[in-house]
């Protein structure tokens, strides 16, 4: 799970308001385009998570997940790794 100081978290809760069942046909598409679109996100940022966690215990250095992340060694290290003791 992401921490919540991401701003690409999904808080479903916030969208029960706003459910497609109670709109009309036009904002209940637009409304299950985001829902589909943030569950894309959600997965995509697992299968980061995992890889960069598979890389470090392969003994990938920062500086090359950096790299492949498009950021500097110390952003990527401060991103993932936080659960490295």
Do not use: C, K, Y
């Not at 500086?63 to 950021?71: C, D, K, M, N, V």
């Amino acid at each position: 799970m992401r921490p919540p100081s991401d701003p690409t978290t999904t808080d479903r809760s916030a969208s029960e308001g706003a459910a497609p069942a109670t709109m009309t046909a036009r904002h209940a598409a637009h409304v299950r385009a985001i829902v589909d679109a943030s569950a894309g996100v959600d997965e995509a940022h697992g299968r980061l998570v995992a890889a960069v966690a598979e890389a470090r215990e392969a003994g990938e250095s920062w500086t090359a997940i950096g790299a492949a992340l498009g950021t500097s060694r110390q952003n990527a290290q401060q991103r993932f790794g936080r659960g490295e003791a």
